[in-house]
T-cell receptor, first 109, second 114 residues
Framework: GQNIDQPTEMTATEGAIVQINCTYQTSGFNGLFWYQQHAGEAPTFLSYNVLDGLEEKGRFSSFLSRSKGYSYLLLKELQMKDSASYLCAVRDGDYKLSFGAGTTVTVRA | IAGITQAPTSQILAAGRRMTLRCTQDMRHNAMYWYRQDLGLGLRLIHYSNTAGTTGKGEVPDGYSVSRANTDDFPLTLASAVPSQTSVYFC?????????????FGPGTRLTVL
């Protein structure tokens, strides 16, 4: 099976920056996704990386290093609405998505 | 445009009963997926379908079956429910099963098996 690790919980202050790390070991690699999931809701797509480097999308950025099996999601200028779970997912050699358990981010005033 | 709809929203079921969770998408996506989400384990793939008429097994297929008679619908059936199938079930779809295609998720069905 696949092995995807991310921290369980993180807490940060409104306006701050938080970095959520994800390490993975998969059989084959066809891209890494980050999803946001608010409590009781469906996951929603945030970002996709398939090449090494940084992808920036507004306040959110995602970084990938394929050689290190490592990604991070950077959330800048945190807002209360950013309190959610963030899911790291890797598409393997068979094009199936495997998900990490998710990181719950709590933003405090 | 609704995207992906799932029914029911929630259900309490007696063990041993048969249950079908419904999933419909109106985006004309070729690929559809069923996941279960359990606390501390993340989303796990149950079954998938790359195109109408084909299905495949995911990571945790035992106790579940699916069918894909047309593009829009992808029902998930529990033939004889057991308490370990208590979970939140998400249906998802993507344009295809290719590497760049993003999966979009339905609102989920919360199932409790007693």
């Amino acid at each position: 099976g696949q092995n995807i690790d991310q921290p369980t919980e993180m807490t940060a202050t409104e306006g701050a920056i938080v970095q959520i790390n994800c390490t993975y070991q998969t059989s084959g690699f066809n891209g890494l996704f980050w999803y946001q999931q608010h409590a009781g809701e469906a996951p929603t797509f945030l970002s996709y990386n398939v090449l090494d480097g940084l992808e920036e999308k507004g306040r959110f950025s995602s970084f990938l290093s394929r050689s290190k099996g490592y990604s991070y999601l950077l959330l800048k200028e945190l807002q209360m609405k950013d309190s959610a779970s963030y899911l790291c997912a890797v598409r393997d050699g068979d094009y199936k998505l495997s998900f990490g358990a998710g990181t719950t981010v709590t933003v405090r005033a | 445009i609704a995207g992906i709809t799932q029914a029911p929203t929630s259900q309490i079921l007696a063990a041993g009963r048969r249950m079908t969770l419904r999933c419909t998408q109106d985006m004309r996506h070729n690929a559809m997926y069923w996941y279960r989400q359990d606390l501390g384990l993340g989303l796990r793939l149950i079954h998938y379908s790359n195109t109408a008429g084909t299905t495949g097994k995911g990571e945790v297929p035992d106790g579940y079956s699916v069918s894909r008679a047309n593009t829009d619908d992808f029902p998930l059936t529990l033939a004889s429910a057991v308490p370990s199938q208590t979970s939140v079930y998400f249906c998802a779809s993507s344009e295809s099963s290719g590497s760049t295609d993003t999966q979009y998720f339905g609102p989920g069905t919360r199932l409790t098996v007693l």
